[in-house]
């Protein structure tokens, strides 16, 4: 496994290809100085570039360097037509990939033109910021940061702040930070050049599609990969309606389209879109052109990403060649290819042969920019991770240690460089088994700056949203960490208790994420009612403001990826949503100082950091215990925390292991993976996962009745009922060899969390005992298409809407049955014409303790469209905006749910989405983030004739007997489902495994 893959770093050298894609500036500059430097003659110089963009640029090259003899021999050489004939052919120039020619040549027209027209003068600071677009494409973004600040600065106040050339300035400025790793900062600024633009001049300006595609790359970058992709999409459909697919414009959008797939882990996906680059590139401009050599450099990365690196490896090397030559040896685009040869050579497992291409980078790099210059010392941080893979990890420490010294030098990378190289350090100690525990110094320097960074983040939506980014790309520095600590703990024992709670807070950092902050907001929420009412009505309202923020934020993007929006679309709301965006930035900041005031620790929650292991074990009563999960590069930790103690054990099984693993049992479980009447389970398999996992902390677990299981990663969708505690007999497809198993759920009731922080939460919120019964809501039977067998869309996959699924005839049953045994009225249960989305917005559901949804529980891509999870209502019969049928997670965030138990009796509710995605799905999410406090959710599509035994049972049999927990009732209807010999079918986990308890046992 790759150090990118371990550590979620990003993919060293990555920065310097970007800085060469930087010359594809998709002529937003040239649109925008023509406009100034020429006031009046902006739309034919709009059309000429437009239409001259896919030109051959040797041939505008000769022609701009007659206008250029033109304008000398005619004006003289200190004239102000022979400046613009300057910094027209400067663009000819570069469209070559002559930057130092084209430098030069803006600095002499820029000289000119202050000269004659003073310093400040518009067109001046017009040619300004094309030598601030120059200096950046040429690698040295820095210094070109202030030309460009300068310049934008006085055409906001000389020209008109939305004038075209100051808008093309900040796209310039943006441009800069991107190159900077400034991508926050980028998108800030990008935004606001997007609204202004889109409103003066609709959404398919130049300058506007321009800056969409820098926002595009902004968002990519921040690792906000859904909205970057329909803003870049939106870009790609734009210039092929205008420009067709063989335009340059066009193929620069085509390029970064095809980026934000590879950053989504697609880049089988990206393959055709880099080969239409090349290939049209290559025909347009020839196949020694900088573009196309860029096209082909791209290209030859992305087969090695997704394992065709012997294929990759003449391609790169047939570009860096002809780059040396047209370019040069210094050029960043030839450097950014000899970190792609390097690239490819490690893929094709030659660490060797990559270090010799690395040591001749960083001797290029440290002559152009210095030792100490954050570029070099990320070529140095590359070249010691290539030497540390061929077993010389003391010269590797050295380098790295040199890198770590850079770092720690005033105005060297920052604190993220910095971060990075501590944790290169700890990873090569690591693998060095004599000297892991070495590991421990650089990489509790890394952990202990996160978690500053975490503490000190300001309290705003915009830093919440930064601040989850953040957490999921950091998770793999806390993973480290923890295998740190079991080294160490196996060289020094008499450290092991100081060891073992360190990893403990480490783990629980590893698997903090969008669960633990939707839990978080709900309790500080909670916490602001319990200290007055005045409070609680603040909290409430911050978070109904947030929640507004973010939606008018989604909508902006929406509006921005909409290039073909009409009119009518571009007067609405959304071109505005930036001022009222801002507008409610400052309303929620009034309410942070009220609540930091009235209410300081309402703000300590919304920050949750890990459990201390006092506080941990507090929580617990004797008969509980919670298994901490976490899959690492090494091996799987797991901690059994009890009242009494915490016992550690690391399974040899690894992150990569485990997917597997989960990946093999799970295609036993789902229900269309076979037929009904011919399944079968892997025994073997979950015993040895058991015997790996569970089976050596199992003295820790003995009397333990409630065990909560918090897994990350993979092992988050497999329910660990499932796993076999003693050697299995008879053949994994015989129904009485099923029933006869030792199952791990038969042992203890078990409980999901999505991590220990939020049975803190859980066990803070509980209001205790209320009664048989505080309230019953149930929604199900949507009036749809023809019956079904499963609940959810799989096998239905590209319908176009709600009311083309299959009905579920199943769950009116299921939900009278279950209002039957709370001795619920009858009119709490909403079917058919009453199941409506509607129904649930406008009814209070703030007074229901229970509130079961049986239905369709759809995953993004089940229905076309449709980009988040959500569940299926009777549809209208005539679907609008406001119902169409489907209750999305962003819906259901809006409900205002006082829940002790929410039942989800639909497919897919609670497996995550993905292996690197959060350990619940979006949809239990989001009900948790409304309100709810345990869930009852499944991990895979439910029978629809089983899933109403199992949901009314759970019900049944805690009404039946009080002292029964939630978990165990879930226990019992399991076993009278899987011991029903009616049925064979019922005897497999596919049929009685799928649901679990996410939360907490304690009774309803």
């Known amino acids: 496994m790759g150090l990118r893959n371990i550590l979620g770093l990003p993919v060293l050298a990555r920065a310097a290809l970007f800085a060469g894609a930087l010359a594809l500036l998709d002529g937003a500059t040239a649109y925008g100085q023509a406009a100034a430097a020429a006031p009046g003659a902006a739309s034919s110089d709009d059309a000429a570039d437009a239409s001259g963009a896919g030109a051959d640029p040797a041939q505008a090259e000769r022609a701009s360097s007659a206008r250029l003899a033109a304008a000398r021999q005619q004006s003289g050489e200190t004239s102000l037509p022979y400046a613009f004939a300057l910094r027209d052919h400067a663009r000819s120039l570069m469209a070559l990939g002559k930057f130092g020619d084209a430098e030069a040549q803006v600095r002499q027209a820029l000289?000119?033109?202050?000269?004659?027209?003073?310093?400040?003068?518009?067109?001046?600071?017009?040619?300004?910021?094309?030598?601030?677009?120059?200096?950046?494409?040429?690698?040295?973004?820095?210094?070109?940061?202030?030309?460009?600040?300068?310049?934008?600065?006085?055409?906001?106040?000389?020209?008109?702040?939305?004038?075209?050339?100051?808008?093309?300035?900040?796209?310039?400025?943006?441009?800069?930070?991107?190159?900077?790793?400034?991508?926050?900062?980028?998108?800030?600024?990008?935004?606001h050049i997007v609204a202004l633009r889109v409103k003066a001049s609709g959404p398919q300006d130049p300058v506007v599609l321009a800056a969409k595609l820098q926002l595009g790359r902004a968002l990519r970058e921040e690792g906000d990969r859904g909205p970057a992709e329909a803003i870049v999409r939106a870009v790609v459909e734009a210039r092929r309606t205008m420009l067709g697919d063989r335009n340059a414009l066009t193929l620069t959008a085509i390029g970064e389209l095809a980026d934000v797939l590879?950053?989504?882990?697609?880049?089988?996906?990206?393959?055709?879109?880099?080969?239409?680059?090349?290939?049209?590139?290559?025909?347009?401009?020839?196949?020694?052109?900088?573009?196309?050599?860029?096209?082909?450099?791209?290209?030859?990365?992305?087969l090695a990403t997704i394992g065709r690196a012997d294929e990759a490896e003449p391609l790169i090397r047939q570009a860096l060649a002809t780059q040396a030559e047209v370019l040069g040896e210094t050029h960043p685009n030839t450097l950014a290819s000899m970190n792609t040869l390097a690239f490819v050579l490690r893929a094709k497992g030659q660490p060797g042969a990559a270090e010799a291409v690395m040591r001749h980078v960083l001797a290029l790099r440290t002559r152009q920019l210095g030792p100490d210059n954050a570029t070099t010392l990320t070529t140095t941080a590359a070249l010691a991770m290539d030497i540390a893979a061929q077993g010389r990890r003391s010269e590797a420490e050295q380098l790295l240690t040199q890198v770590i010294a850079g770092h720690r030098r005033e105005?060297?990378?920052?604190?993220?460089?910095?971060?990075?190289?501590?944790?290169?350090?700890?990873?090569?100690?690591?693998?060095?088994?004599?000297?892991?525990?070495?590991?421990?110094?650089?990489?509790?320097?890394?952990?202990?700056?996160?978690?500053?960074?975490?503490?000190?983040?300001?309290?705003?939506?915009?830093?919440?949203?930064?601040?989850?980014?953040?957490?999921?790309?950091?998770?793999?520095?806390?993973?480290?960490?923890?295998?740190?600590?079991?080294?160490?703990?196996?060289?020094?024992?008499?450290?092991?208790?100081?060891?073992?709670?360190?990893?403990?807070?480490?783990?629980?950092?590893?698997?903090?994420?969008?669960?633990?902050?939707?839990f978080a907001l709900a309790a500080a929420r909670a916490s602001a009612r319990a200290a007055g009412a005045d409070i609680g009505a603040l909290a409430d309202e911050r978070q109904q403001l947030a929640d507004q923020w973010r939606a008018m934020a989604d909508h902006e993007i929406e509006t921005i990826s909409d290039a073909g929006a009409s009119p009518a679309v571009r007067a609405s709301p959304g071109p505005n949503s930036t001022a009222e965006i801002v507008n409610l930035a400052h309303r929620i900041?009034?309410?942070?100082?009220?609540?930091?005031?009235?209410?300081?620790?309402?703000?300590?929650?919304?920050?949750?950091?890990?459990?201390?292991?006092?506080?941990?074990?507090?929580?617990?009563?004797?008969?509980?215990?919670?298994?901490?999960?976490?899959?690492?590069?090494?091996?799987?930790?797991?901690?059994?925390?009890?009242?009494?103690?915490?016992?550690?054990?690391?399974?040899?099984?690894?992150?990569?292991?485990?997917?597997?693993?989960?990946?093999?049992?799970?295609?036993?479980?789902?229900?269309?993976?076979?037929?009904?009447?011919?399944?079968?389970?892997?025994?073997?398999?979950?015993?040895?996962?058991?015997?790996?996992?569970?089976?050596?902390?199992?003295p820790a677990l003995v009397g333990k009745k409630q065990l909560f299981i918090a897994a990350d990663g993979a092992l988050a969708s497999l329910p660990f009922d499932v796993l076999v505690t003693s050697a299995p007999a008879g053949s994994d497809d015989d129904a009485t060899a099923m029933r006869a198993t030792q199952w791990f759920g038969d042992a203890h009731a078990l409980i999901q969390l999505p991590s220990l922080q939020t049975l803190q939460f859980l066990r803070a919120l509980h209001r205790g005992q209320i009664g048989p019964f505080a309230g019953f809501q149930g929604f199900?039977?949507?009036?749809?298409?023809?019956?079904?067998?499963?609940?959810?869309?799989?096998?239905?996959?590209?319908?176009?809407?709600?009311?083309?699924?299959?009905?579920?005839?199943?769950?009116?049953?299921?939900?009278?049955?279950?209002?039957?045994?709370?001795?619920?009225?009858?009119?709490?249960?909403?079917?058919?014409?009453?199941?409506?989305?509607?129904?649930?917005?406008?009814?209070?559901?703030?007074?229901?303790?229970?509130?079961?949804?049986?239905?369709?529980?759809?995953?993004?891509?089940?229905?076309?469209?449709?980009?988040?999870?959500?569940?299926?209502?009777?549809?209208?019969?005539?679907?609008?905006?406001?119902?169409?049928?489907?209750?999305?997670?962003?819906?259901?965030?809006?409900?205002?749910?006082?829940?002790?138990l929410v039942i989800l009796s639909a497919c897919n509710s609670g497996s995550g989405d993905g292996e690197n995605a959060p350990p619940l799905s979006g949809l239990a999410r989001s009900f948790f983030y409304a309100g709810a406090r345990v869930l009852l959710v499944s991990h895979w599509p439910v029978y629809d004739d089983v899933a109403p035994r199992i949901t009314v049972e759970v019900i049944a049999a805690r009404r039946a007997n009080p002292g029964l927990s939630l978990a165990e009732a879930l226990q019992s209807a399991v076993r009278k489902i899987r011991e029903d010999k009616d049925d064979p079918s019922l005897a497999f986990p596919s049929a009685w495994a799928p649901f679990v308890i996410v939360g907490d046992w304690r009774p309803f």
């Open 589 to 698: 900041n009034a309410i942070d100082a009220q609540l930091q005031s009235k209410s300081p620790g309402y703000f300590a929650l919304t920050r949750p950091a890990a459990v201390p292991l006092a506080t941990a074990q507090a929580l617990l009563g004797p008969d509980e215990a919670v298994l901490l999960v976490v899959p690492s590069f090494q091996g799987t930790h797991v901690m059994a925390l009890t009242h009494e103690g915490l016992a550690w054990h690391r399974s040899s099984l690894n992150r990569a292991a485990m997917i597997k693993i989960v990946r093999d049992l799970r295609s036993e479980l789902d229900p269309d993976a076979l037929a009904r009447s011919a399944r079968s389970f892997d025994r073997k398999q979950a015993y040895q996962l058991y015997q790996e996992l569970v089976a050596p902390l199992e």
């Open 262 to 302: 590879v950053a989504e882990h697609r880049g089988a996906e990206a393959e055709p879109l880099y080969r239409i680059n090349l290939k049209n590139r290559s025909e347009l401009l020839g196949e020694r052109h900088p573009e196309t050599l860029l096209a082909m450099d791209m290209l030859a990365r992305d």
């Open 111 to 191: 000289a000119i033109v202050s000269g004659i027209r003073g310093a400040d003068n518009i067109q001046a600071m017009v040619i300004q910021s094309q030598l601030g677009a120059i200096v950046t494409r040429s690698g040295r973004a820095s210094e070109a940061e202030p030309l460009l600040r300068q310049a934008c600065e006085t055409l906001k106040m000389r020209a008109d702040p939305q004038a075209p050339a100051t808008l093309t300035c900040q796209t310039n400025l943006a441009t800069n930070l991107i190159a900077q790793s400034r991508y926050h900062e980028a998108e800030v600024l990008l935004r």
């Open 411 to 518: 105005g060297n990378g920052g604190r993220a460089g910095l971060n990075a190289a501590l944790v290169q350090l700890g990873f090569v100690r690591l693998a060095e088994p004599d000297r892991a525990a070495l590991a421990l110094d650089p990489l509790r320097e890394a952990v202990a700056g996160l978690r500053d960074r975490r503490a000190n983040a300001s309290y705003s939506p915009r830093a919440d949203i930064e601040l989850s980014r953040e957490t999921l790309s950091q998770a793999g520095t806390y993973r480290l960490l923890a295998e740190a600590d079991w080294a160490a703990a196996q060289a020094y024992p008499e450290q092991l208790p100081a060891l073992r709670e360190e990893a403990f807070l480490a783990l629980q950092d590893a698997m903090a994420g969008t669960v633990t902050q939707s």
């Open 780 to 900: 199900g039977d949507p009036k749809l298409g023809g019956s079904a067998s499963t609940r959810g869309a799989d096998g239905q996959k590209g319908v176009a809407s709600v009311a083309e699924l299959v009905s579920l005839p199943g769950t009116a049953d299921e939900l009278r049955h279950m209002a039957s045994a709370l001795d619920a009225p009858a009119a709490t249960v909403h079917l058919a014409d009453a199941d409506t989305k509607s129904a649930v917005q406008s009814m209070d559901l703030s007074q229901a303790r229970i509130l079961a949804f049986a239905t369709h529980g759809l995953l993004p891509g089940e229905l076309r469209g449709v980009d988040e999870p959500g569940l299926v209502f009777t549809p209208p019969a005539t679907p609008s905006a406001d119902d169409d049928g489907f209750l999305s997670t962003s819906d259901i965030t809006q409900l205002k749910l006082d829940a002790d």
